[in-house]
């Protein structure tokens, strides 16, 4: 496995968020991490990245325990992480961000250029000298992607990617998932979207009040309304 949670608690000051959470991600596999507002989603991918200041557990990365390496140490060894809020430099341009963004290339892994990420999204290659504080919310989603990919990671965890997207932009950032996934990037997303999970996604785990209530494939989701209902409905 390309990465594996296990027994995963995190905590805010003395609130206790996440129990036991548990989840794998295959090589080149899309996996999805489904729940409501407040679920427990971005706490989830925060402290596999080492940003919750208080957690227990274990996180395998590439067969490596990185469970009580800092956050630095993690992306540096290919975990990739595209937060919720972007967190792009708005007074850098685009070909600064990814600048910032940049590290050395990984033995067996392509290494990402910006050449490579205006194919991937073409808005950015027409705006290379914008300021990243002067785009649209869509083109701050593309920016964060890229400068995340500048870092040629090898598994990335995009934080609610198509939240706040007109459709047309988030057709983009589907299509822009799955080449990544072709590129033979293991990629887990987090989202409410369901339709949205089921264009990219292998498998899905959905979590609920800061535990894993179901995992399986996007098919057997399907095949289980009910699960839907009780954990994805509005």
Sequence with gaps: ?????????????????LFDVGFAVGEGEVVAMLGRNGAGKSTTFRSVVGLVSRREGKVTFEGEDVSRLPSYEIVRRG??????DRRIFTELSVEENFEVGRQKARPGVAAWTPERIYTLFPNLGEMRKRLGGDMSGGEQQMLSIGRTLMGNPSLVLLDEPSEGLAPKI???MADAILAMKREGLSIVISEQNLHFAKLICDRAYIIEKGRIRFSGTID???AHPEIRDAYLAV
């Design 1 to 17: 496995m390309k990465l594996e949670v296990s027994e995963l608690n995190s905590f805010y000051g003395p609130a206790h968020i």
């Design 79 to 84: 975990l990739g992480y595209v937060p919720e």
């Design 170 to 172: 988030v057709e983009q």
């Design 220 to 222: 057997e989701l399907e």
